[in-house]
Each structure stands twice: as C-alpha cells, then as structure tokens.
C-alpha cells in the first residue's frame, strides 16, 4: 500500500555524524538534542555488552536453529559479533551515545562490519526482553563475585578469631558493659551474618536464573524459536513461563539490591564496632596507618576513614533498593521506560559493594587489637554480676531473689566506692548466708566465661567448635 502523503512536516535529517536511529521510518523530525541525552543510558547500561554480545549470539544461533538465517547469515553474525567483542574488550568500538543504548551500539556495529545480514539479528527480538537478558546475565557474574568477595572477608575474620580465642573483652548491651564475652566471639558474630548475605546472594542468584529472551517486545516472539534450546545455550536453569511478567519484571534486581542493603548495614555495623573501638575512650584497635587518613590541621589526628566510608555507604545501598522499588511500584504492564531507571542503583549498589569487599579483607588483618586494654576492662563495672546471682541459684536460690540480692550487693558497693572482686566474703555473707568460700572463683571473668559453654556462647570452648564451624562455611568451593 502506498503511505498517504499528508500534511508532513518536511524530514529534518539528523547530521551525517549521526546514524539514524532504527525507528527513522516512523519519524518525521530528529530528536530533540535533550531529549536524545535525556534518554540515552549508554553511559551507565555499556557495562553490560559481554552479556549483550553473549545473548546476540545465541539469538542468532537460534534463529538459525529456526530457519530464519542460513548457515551463513548465521555465521556472519556470529563471526561479526566476535568481532564487535573484540572492539569492546580492546577499548576501540566506536560508542555512538546518540545511538541511546548498549543494543543499538552493538546491533548498528555489527552491521557496519557485515553489511545486511547484521539486519536480521533482530529478528523475533525486542530491547525489551533483551534488557532483561543482560541484566540476568550480569547479575549471576556478579554475584558469583561478591560472594567470593564476602568469602574473603569472612575468611580474614575467622583467621582473627582464631587468634583471639581467649582473650576476654566486654561485652555490651545499651553501651554499658554487660559481660564479659571473648573476642573471637565478637568476629564471629560477623561471619555468621556474612553467611547469611552470601546464602540471600546465592538465593537471589537461583531466582534470576530464567530465560526472558522470547519474551519479545510483550507477546511473545512470533517465530518458532526453541527457547529451552536457548535457555541452555545460555545456561539458564528455566524459562520464563509468560512473556508479559518475563520484559516488566524487575524482581531480581529488587532482590539483590535488598540482599545488597541487609548486608551493607552488617558491614556498616562492624565498621562501627571498629570506629567505636578505635577510640581513646575504648582503646581496643588501633588501624594500621595504610587504612586510616590523618587531619588536614591537627598534626596529631589518625582517622578511621575507610571503616567510616564503609559505614556510610550502608545509606547509598538502602537508597539504592528503595528507589528501584519505588520506580517500580505502579507501573502498568508491560515494559515501561521507566524500568531503565533501574540501572544506576543496581550498578552503584554491585560497585560499592565490590569496593568494600576490597578494602575489608586486608583492613581487617592489619588491625591491632588491644587485648592488654580490652582484659583489664572486661571484669570492670560489675561485669560478672549476673555469675553471682548465678551462683545463688546454682544454690537453689530462684533467680528472682538472687538478682534482687545481687542488686544490693552491687549498691553497696557502688556507695564503698569498691568492685565486686574487692568485697570479702563477710560483707557478702550480709547479703545471703549462702555465699561462701568458693564464690571469689565464680566472680573471675575466666569463670564467667568459661560458664557460658553452651553451643553458641561465650566459653572459649564454645566458640573453637563455631570457629570451626565459620572455618567450614569459608571453604572455598562454597562460594
Ligand atoms: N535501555 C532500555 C532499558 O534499560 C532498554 C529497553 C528499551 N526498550 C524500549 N522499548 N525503550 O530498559
């Protein structure tokens, strides 16, 4: 059929430095100059061409599975799109930004480089569902990543565990001194929450891992395309089941960037821990001079920058999930622009983690902890009240009463101006009959944690069998 002339406004060719953008047919006028940057995501989304390249590549071997290339169309691409990856890796690939995006970057090049054949890689396909590919691909390369990365963290944790297996430190609650705990106990704490983002990294990971590519624009492809074919090509676990949530779905994002910001504040929590400690007012660490800054105006200052950088970035990687979610939220099926938003903090969020899971692992085992400092405080300020109330009840005294009893020991000596190692056994016999000799052995920081040997607790015991355990959890081939 013929197009109807109508009222046109006459075509304003875009300059010869720029391609025409493939829907030039539709289109009377060139875009807008700001708008054209407005749209563009080549800036952010060139990170993903391995996988855009990879997904082509397999598109064009299924299409010729399908007979809609011959062997040597399909080989062109192929050939040509070896080509295009070569471009990229070495940096020479000519990025056209007014081309909008990583796609089109490729699609065009590839066909500059074999002439007409590079038309029908598109064949069946649409940005759509190879967005969604891309971001698929890269996420379960990442991942792999950042689970190793956090393996390596965990593993300079439990090799300072292993060294701090008896040294005792004060436990709190609120900030006040509660018990005393030993210090492998405190790192450990953190290898087990490490394990845990590893284990929501590799869960997210085993979701995304479904083939959106047939999805087409929203409908499906309209080609006899073997998906699970393509589904093993590219190593896919399963295929997206319907083609509308496959292109407007962005749950694996969502995903690893909730498993991003719950393990970001973790990290945050014992960069805190770390600052807190490095202070003259604690004294228990002190960061080696390669992880710390000094001041720009006091000659005498050694701040702990990193562990703080790796504190605040905890905020970008709970912003970055919010406002993936919050794009999200509303959108009418199918695909909207508005999902292209999604790229930024899922790539701020896979960047600043990948920078923290640098930084940590050789701060970590540069540190110097203080254990001199920490044992002379671990038994201060009534630290071993509760193995006294304890000791009562090993008496048969019920809890209730011993806490009570206790309390009042600790108020007088709070108004002695004494600690409870320095009352004798007289003025605690005013307080309950019941103690006796052996209660100055109950009241020593050792017995209090070596009290403490149940599975998970304090006791040095306790905590050689979760060291092992961590250490097993740190084995490489479980990343
Ligand atoms: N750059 C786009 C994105 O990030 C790719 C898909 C574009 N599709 C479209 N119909 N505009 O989501």
């Known amino acids: 059929m013929k197009p109807r002339p109508g009222k046109r406004t006459p075509r304003k060719t875009p300059p010869?430095?720029?391609?025409?953008?493939?829907?030039?047919?539709?289109?009377?006028?060139?875009?807008?100059?700001?708008?054209?940057?407005?749209?563009?995501?080549?800036a952010f989304d060139r990170r993903l061409w391995p996988h855009d390249?990879?997904?082509?590549?397999?598109?064009?071997?299924?299409?010729?599975?399908?007979?809609?290339?011959?062997?040597?169309?399909?080989?062109?691409?192929?050939?040509?799109?070896?080509a295009?990856?070569?471009?990229?890796?070495?940096?020479?690939?000519?990025?056209?930004?007014?081309?909008?995006?990583?796609?089109?970057?490729?699609?065009?090049?590839?066909?500059?480089?074999?002439?007409?054949?590079?038309?029908?890689?598109?064949t069946g396909r649409s940005r759509n569902d190879q967005i969604a590919l891309d971001e698929r691909l890269y996420l379960k390369d990442i991942?792999?990543?950042?689970?190793?990365?956090?393996?390596?963290?965990q593993e300079v944790l439990v090799a300072r565990a292993a060294e701090t297996l008896e040294a005792p430190l004060p436990g709190y609650t609120h900030l006040q001194r509660a018990q005393p705990i030993v210090l492998a106990h405190h790192l450990l704490a953190y290898v087990f929450m490490l394990q845990r983002d590893r284990e929501r990294f590799r869960d997210c990971r085993a979701r995304a891992d479904v083939l959106p590519l047939g999805a087409g624009a929203l409908a499906g492809t309209?080609?006899?395309?073997?998906?699970?074919?393509?589904?093993?090509?590219?190593?896919?676990?399963?295929?997206?089941?319907?083609?509308?949530?496959?292109?407007?779905?962005?749950?694996?994002?969502?995903?690893?960037?909730?498993?991003?910001?719950?393990?970001?504040?973790?990290?945050?929590?014992?960069?805190?821990?770390?600052?807190?400690?490095?202070?003259?007012?604690?004294?228990?660490?002190?960061f080696s001079d390669a992880f710390a800054t000094g001041s720009s105006i006091m000659p005498q200052k050694k701040n702990p920058d990193v562990a703080e950088l790796i504190r605040g970035k905890s905020g970008r990687l709970s912003g970055n999930l919010v406002a993936v979610l919050t794009t999200m939220k509303g959108l009418p099926l199918a695909y909207n622009a508005d999902m292209q938003e999604d790229k930024e903090p899922f790539f701020d969020s896979v960047d600043t983690l990948e920078a923290i899971c640098a930084v940590l692992p050789p701060m970590l085992a540069s540190?110097?902890?203080?254990?001199?400092?920490?044992?002379?405080?671990?038994?201060?300020?009534?630290?071993?009240?509760?193995?006294l109330a304890d000791y009562l009840v090993r008496k048969g005294v019920p809890f209730r009463r011993?806490?009570?009893?206790?309390?009042?020991?600790?108020?007088?000596?709070?108004?002695?101006?004494?600690?409870?190692?320095?009352?004798?056994l007289a003025e605690l016999?005013?307080?309950?009959?019941?103690?006796?000799?052996?209660?100055?052995?109950?009241?020593?920081?050792?017995?209090?944690?070596?009290?403490?040997?149940?599975?998970?607790?304090?006791?040095?015991?306790?905590?050689?069998?979760?060291?092992?355990?961590?250490?097993?959890?740190?084995?490489?081939?479980?990343?």
């Not at 991942?143 to 963290?153: D, W």
């Not at 920490?374 to 071993?384: H, I, K």
């Not at 009893?405 to 709070?414: E, P, T």
Request: proline fraction near 3%; hydrophobic fraction near 45%.
């Open 143 to 153: 991942i792999g990543r950042l689970r190793e990365g956090l393996r390596r963290v």
């Open 16 to 42: 010869s430095s720029a391609p025409a953008k493939p829907w030039a047919g539709r289109f009377t006028q060139s875009a807008d100059p700001a708008a054209e940057r407005f749209t563009a995501s080549l």
């Open 84 to 122: 295009v990856r070569e471009e990229l890796a070495s940096g020479t690939f000519p990025f056209r930004p007014e081309l909008e995006d990583i796609h089109m970057n490729v699609e065009r090049r590839l066909q500059e480089l074999i002439g007409e054949a590079g038309g029908k890689l598109h």
């Open 402 to 424: 011993a806490h009570e009893v206790v309390g009042r020991v600790v108020r007088y000596a709070l108004d002695e101006g004494k600690g409870l190692e320095d009352l004798g």
């Open 222 to 286: 309209a080609f006899p395309i073997d998906r699970e074919a393509l589904a093993k090509d590219l190593g896919f676990a399963a295929v997206s089941p319907n083609s509308l949530d496959a292109v407007s779905d962005r749950d694996y994002v969502v995903e690893f960037l909730a498993a991003g910001a719950i393990c970001g504040m973790h990290l945050s929590r014992l960069a805190a821990d770390l600052t807190l400690w490095a202070t003259a007012e604690f004294g228990f660490v002190e």
């Open 53 to 82: 390249v990879t997904g082509s590549v397999a598109w064009a071997k299924a299409l010729g599975r399908a007979g809609l290339l011959s062997a040597s169309e399909r080989d062109a691409i192929v050939t040509g799109l070896a």
């Open 367 to 387: 540190l110097t902890f203080h254990t001199d400092r920490m044992r002379r405080v671990a038994g201060e300020n009534f630290a071993t009240a509760t193995d």
């Open 429 to 479: 016999r005013r307080f309950s009959p019941l103690f006796d000799g052996d209660v100055k052995d109950a009241l020593t920081v050792e017995a209090s944690l070596r009290a403490r040997a149940v599975t998970g607790g304090t006791a040095p015991a306790a905590v050689r069998r979760a060291l092992a355990q961590a250490r097993a959890l740190t084995g490489q081939e479980q990343s």
